[in-house]
């Protein structure tokens, strides 16, 4: 029995460009169904190129001639801090929308809108201490000074998983630092984007700053990767997509920033304490039921532990409340949709076909309105499985033992992405050993998807380029320029 009840209609949300709410040019309406309930939600406008288009002129526009990137920081930072009070004093709408469109929790919905306000607050503030350098040493001639300046136009294109709160990782960043932008979030949860464009236009951002297209990828996505008149581009999604970022950049050499995949290792050793290790194990590979790009994938045990720590993992993850996103008891919701649903069961149907043993999990609940899929955990698997490999997205991990530290590093970082890693001892050298050693770009100790908008984020490898949020999250968004300043008269060149 759901607490919160199902909306009777979906809910209409318009595109944002210009400073003007639109339908688009198209005129056609994409229409979100709820993965937890299979009801239409949400519609929005299926975007065109032709809207992308408009879009990244009015940011241009806005770059080039408007107030935002000429205004003092503490300006820019008191719309922020503005925004973020918005946020708040609405999150338990966004809340909604954002559990609706991807079938998350509504508790944990909620907990991710009023995090989002911290971050906002956080860029606010950060704005007004970004700074550029001066080199007073180079002589009685001249004095250099390095100005730092928003990059310029941004096209920020985000996924599904977390809608509204990686927003937050980036957007305030991107204004921040004084930069315009074009937002392409997911065709499949927009909602919270758009919400929140209605807050940026009641809290006085001026026109052209912040523009939204919704549709699909290749649609209104593509046109901001081939841009000649946006400076940077930031995609948050598979590796597949940030390929596709890569390649348009061969042709304009925009900068990019890409967060992409993960398949991230969780190391337990011998003399761990277990229980905390199996709880953090379990939170971190059912948390948003698994679809978290930090979340855990691959589970190594020191071997004296592995048969008792998979026990103990196993009886944590049986007793996860898999259910209806709207009931406040629920700990894990639905899978963002049926075929993402069929490809995580088809990544557990191989792996058993290959050998492996499902020790709890393994199929669909029997909530059939949705698309839940029980924790899922498996032993006996291979490193060369491609469920050891793959970013699979959903609520499964594989455990392998390993013997040795070296062998536990190496199988760490066997694998072409460098997200995230969560090491699990009570012997600080060891943990910080290991912390050095894994090649990710955010490493946990005897803690896993901590966090907090002071420290940078991003991956190594093919996890992807560049940081988003702390100062880094700031300055990932600007350009450095160098001014040489002569202080003496000239010494002709010719006489
Ligand atoms: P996708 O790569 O499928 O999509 C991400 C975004 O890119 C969507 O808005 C999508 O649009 C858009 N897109 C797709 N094709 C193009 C294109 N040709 N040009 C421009 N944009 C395009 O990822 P998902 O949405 O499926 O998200 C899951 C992935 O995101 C996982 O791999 C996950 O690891 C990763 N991720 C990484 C994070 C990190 O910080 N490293 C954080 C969160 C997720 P549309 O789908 O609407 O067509």
Not at 151 to 160: D, K, R, S
Not at 218 to 224: E, H, M, S, Y
Not at 472 to 492: C, D, F, M, S, W
């Amino acid at each position: 029995m759901a607490s919160i009840s199902l909306p009777a209609a979906p809910r209409r949300f318009k595109m944002y460009i210009g400073g003007q709410f639109t339908d688009g040019l198209s005129g056609e309406v994409c229409t979100r169904h709820s993965p937890g309930h299979s009801v239409p939600v949400a519609q929005w406008p299926q975007g065109c190129e032709a809207d992308a288009l408009q879009a990244i002129a009015q940011a241009r526009q806005a770059f080039d001639h408007g107030p935002w990137p000429r205004m003092a920081a503490g300006e820019r930072a008191a719309l922020l801090f503005k925004v973020a009070g918005l946020i708040e004093a609405h999150a338990q709408e966004i809340g909604l929308i954002e559990s609706l469109e991807t079938g998350k929790p509504i508790t944990q919905a909620l907990g991710e809108i009023r995090a989002a306000a911290d971050v906002w607050r956080f860029a606010a503030g950060a704005a007004r201490v970004v700074k550029g350098d001066a080199h007073n040493n180079l002589g009685d001639r001249v004095l250099a000074m390095v100005l730092r300046e928003p990059i310029g136009v941004v096209g920020l294109i985000t996924p599904w998983n977390f809608p509204f709160f990686i927003l937050a990782e980036r957007l305030p960043f991107i204004l921040a630092a004084g930069c315009t932008v074009v937002i392409k979030p997911s065709e499949a949860t927009s909602g919270s984007t758009l919400r929140l464009c209605e807050l940026l236009h009641g809290a006085g951002l001026p026109c052209g700053v912040v523009n939204a297209v919704t549709g699909l990828g290749d649609a209104v996505g593509q046109p901001l990767l081939d841009s000649g008149l946006i400076d940077m581009v930031s995609v948050t999604g598979s590796t597949g997509t940030g390929r596709k970022a890569i390649l348009a950049s061969a042709g304009n050499i925009k900068k990019l920033g890409l967060e992409l995949g993960g398949k991230n290792p969780h190391i337990v050793f011998a003399d761990a304490c277990l229980d905390d290790a199996a709880d953090g194990v379990a939170f971190a590979m059912a948390f948003n039921a698994g679809q978290c790009c930090v979340g855990a994938s691959r589970l190594l045990v020191e071997r004296p532990v592995a048969a008792e720590f998979t026990a103990k993992l196993a009886a944590k993850m049986a007793r996860i409340r898999v259910g209806d996103p709207l009931d406040a008891q629920t700990q894990v919701g639905a899978l963002f949709g049926q075929a993402h649903m069929e490809k995580v069961l088809g990544f557990i149907e191989q792996g058993v076909r290959m050998g492996a043993h499902i020790v709890c999990g393994g199929a669909r609940t029997d909530h059939r309105d949705g698309y839940f899929v029980q924790p899922t955990l498996l032993t006996d698997v291979r490193a060369d499985m491609p469920l050891m490999r793959e970013e699979i997205f959903g609520p499964v991990l594989g455990a392998m033992a390993f013997d040795t530290f070296d062998e536990a590093i190496r199988l760490a970082n066997d694998c072409e992405f460098g997200l995230s890693a969560s090491i699990w001892t009570q012997d600080l050298s060891r943990a910080l050993r290991a912390s050095r050693q894994v090649r990710a770009g955010r490493v946990w100790v005897n803690t896993t998807l901590d966090n907090g908008p002071e420290t940078p984020l991003g991956g190594m490898k093919q996890s992807g380029l560049g940081r988003e949020t702390g100062l880094a999250g700031i300055e990932e968004y600007t350009e450095l320029k160098t001014v040489h300043v002569n202080l003496q008269p000239r010494t002709h060149w010719i006489d």
